[in-house]
């Protein structure tokens, strides 16, 4: 995809309201703006014209956690670290652990670029509305 493509999709996906697709590794990728609670505006991903749960369980590998977001949050609270810090050192093997979370849900359509411009090899613009 081109840069002036990017724009159309970050803009299409900026307002209260919108829509893109675009194919990513053959696969088609919609990206739907809109609301998911009182005031929580975001961007929704559909891959291949669906979003399944399970991608986002802890349990199995699935191939289309890589179309969506991830990120990563301590296990414990920083509260509950500081505590565990104070025990002797061979019980703090696990203080800073980390989980892995994938979101269907995008904050803005910089991030959406970003992301995709790193894990995927062939980006096609399809359609964008808005």
Do not use: C
């Not at 590998?61 to 505590?83: D, G, I, P, Q, V």
């Not at 994938?102 to 959406?112: D, H, K, L």
Request: charged content about 30%.
């Amino acid at each position: 995809m081109t840069k002036e493509d990017w724009v159309q999709v970050e803009k299409a996906l900026s307002g209260v309201y919108g829509f893109a697709k675009i194919k990513a590794d053959g696969r088609l990728v919609s990206f739907s703006r809109g609301l998911i609670g009182k005031n929580r505006l975001v961007i929704a991903t559909y891959i291949d014209g669906v979003f399944e749960f399970k991608w986002v369980l802890r349990e199995g590998a699935h191939l289309e956690r890589s179309y969506l977001k991830r990120s990563e949050k301590f296990y414990y609270t920083a509260a509950e670290r500081a505590k565990l810090k104070k025990l002797p050192k061979k019980y703090q093997s696990k203080i800073d652990k980390k989980i892995e979370q994938f979101s269907p849900f995008w904050n803005s359509g910089a991030e959406i670029r970003r992301h995709y411009q790193k894990t995927f090899a062939s980006i096609e613009l399809v359609e964008v509305i808005g």
